[in-house]
């Protein structure tokens, strides 16, 4: 290890060596804030001028415990939306940087890997996770939906890794993450994780937490040595309102057999809003990534006004499970 690049409160730049450098989170929990998503947005600019390649990682209790609920709750009981919004603009140009980064970006998530922690990691060209790695998109058990790219880039990695390009049904997938995402699963271990789609082939699993970062870094030195190319902007294919209706049936079915609350089916209804693109598409149209980012951001900020969505938040705060309300 060479030494730090540069640092703030939630997250330090350090020299790796071999002109590889890493993105380490340093704020309590690992919590995603202001300061991490600068941070992170400096390195990427650094890395993209003066080194091979990047790797997202710590050495924490957790990888990252997701955004900061405390912060984000407060701004919304102060009716701040302004300032949630833009929170929520500048997490996704965050991952989407991470995305498009022009020199590969290896994260290298270990224990809890919630939320937001979730995102960064499948905005990433590449993932190196610890064998227990317990990884999910939880935003539906706080009443939200993930905000940060999650959603569209669950689906899309979903889509990635089909065995047949030519040959699948849209809607048996779309249903597929929907199903994650609103029931809010977390892997048990990495392997786990490659089952629920947060992890593909590409993607490696390190037995020794102790050898996470380096084999991260070896990760990176691979991709650079083969000629890293950043992928080309993506268009989503959706299913339209016919899946917006079918996701939206199999959550009314949940309901009317009490598995589901008033309020799940309402952030039920606004994640098959999310997924099919919006009811104006039909299946098979595609859509631009900004387009699925926009109707998550859309949907994360009316639910986060929701007094049943604040009271969940509140409790998982307080008590740290999930409020069924």
Same mark, same amino acid.
């Given at each position: 290890m060479q030494g730090v690049i540069k640092k703030n409160s939630g997250a330090s730049l350090i020299d790796l060596g071999d002109g590889v450098a890493c993105l380490e989170f340093t704020s309590p929990n690992n919590a995603l804030g202001f300061d991490m998503i600068n941070m992170l947005n400096d390195a990427i600019e650094e890395v993209n001028e003066s080194y091979r390649g990047l790797v997202i990682g710590n050495q924490g209790k957790n990888f990252s415990v997701g955004a900061n609920l405390a912060l984000m709750l407060m701004e919304a009981q102060d009716d701040n939306y302004f300032e949630l919004e833009m929170v929520i603009r500048m997490f996704q140009q965050m991952t989407m940087n991470i995305k498009y980064s022009e020199k590969p970006i290896v994260v290298a998530p270990f224990n809890m890997t919630l939320g937001g922690g979730a995102e960064v990691c499948l905005a990433a060209a590449n993932i190196q996770a610890s064998i227990e790695t317990y990884i999910g998109l939880v935003e539906f058990g706080v009443g939200l939906l993930p905000g940060g790219g999650g959603t569209k880039e669950l689906y899309?990695?979903?889509?990635? !890794?089909?065995?047949?390009?030519?040959? $699948?049904?849209?809607?048996?997938?779309? !249903?597929?993450?929907?199903?994650?995402?609103?029931?809010?699963?977390?892997?048990?271990?990495?392997?786990?994780?490659?089952?629920?789609? $947060?992890?593909?082939?590409?993607?490696?699993?390190?037995? !020794?937490?102790?050898h996470l970062l380096n084999e991260a870094k070896q990760k990176i030195l691979a991709l650079a040595q083969t000629g890293y190319q950043a992928p080309q902007h993506e268009k989503i294919p959706v299913v339209g309102e016919a899946g917006y209706a079918a996701m939206l049936l199999r959550a009314k079915m949940l309901h009317t057999g009490g598995y589901a609350s008033d309020h799940d089916l309402k952030i039920a209804e606004k994640l098959a809003y999310v997924l099919s693109g919006g009811r104006t598409t039909q299946e098979g149209d595609f859509i631009d990534e900004q387009i699925m980012l926009d109707l998550e951001r859309e949907a994360f900020?009316?639910?986060?006004?929701?007094?049943?969505?604040?009271?969940r938040m509140q409790h998982m705060l307080l008590k740290g499970k999930p409020l069924r309300n």
């Open positions: 899309l990695k979903q889509l990635r !890794n089909l065995p047949n390009k030519t040959s $699948y049904n849209l809607l048996e997938i779309t !249903n597929d993450v929907f199903e994650k995402i609103a029931m809010a699963k977390v892997s048990a271990s990495a392997q786990e994780a490659r089952e629920l789609g $947060y992890l593909d082939k590409l993607d490696g699993i390190s037995v !020794n937490n102790d900020l009316s639910l986060i006004g929701e007094p049943l969505t604040q009271a």
